[in-house]
């Protein structure tokens, strides 16, 4: 049964624990649910013995016993969860992992809630807004900035556009390609 308010890592993430999956739904009647990743290696679900489940009044772990991978799905077994109904009361919970436990990216790449929130500015130092969602397209990420005079701006995650990402200081300086911003040539 689920208790206090849903954690969600976009709104009100717990400190110092990242996602690492959305439980959709439940597979089968003995116990399995299917995850959505929220990483683009789906590899990493078989390195990992547990999740944390988090809500408002703290957390709990769950034991991984099987995964596996169903069209771009992880379908996770859990200990002790072992019928239809006690995997239902999953539905929609978002599993956790302590933040050190994140492996290192390569230089230059980032992760998702790494990015959402930094400030954005052009070379000119102007503001253009804050990162709130990141649309995975397949190509390439999108960027969507809000909050500057400018309105909302899709940016290409791409090195022409992203000269600079400082996680640290919470920005991103970007080169505006012609076409990005409305009245800009």
Known sequence: MK????ADPWQNPPPGLIAVGEVLTTQGNK??????????NLERW???TRVL???GTGTNELWIENVRFFR????????GIDN???AEELRGEFLWLPEEERPRLPEGRFYLDQLIGLKVYDLNGRFLGKIEEVLQTGANDVYIVRGGEEGEILLPAIKQVVRQ??????F??????PGLVDGEE
């Open 31 to 40: 116990g399995e649910v299917k995850v959505s990743p929220l990483t683009d």
């Open 53 to 55: 489940r988090a809500d």
């Open 172 to 177: 991103m300086h970007v080169e505006l390609l």
């Open 3 to 6: 208790t206090g308010r849903r």
């Open 165 to 170: 990402v400082d996680t640290e200081q919470g």
């Open 72 to 79: 771009g799905l992880v379908i996770v077994k859990f200990r």
């Open 84 to 86: 239809i109904s006690t």
């Open 46 to 48: 078989l390195e990992l």
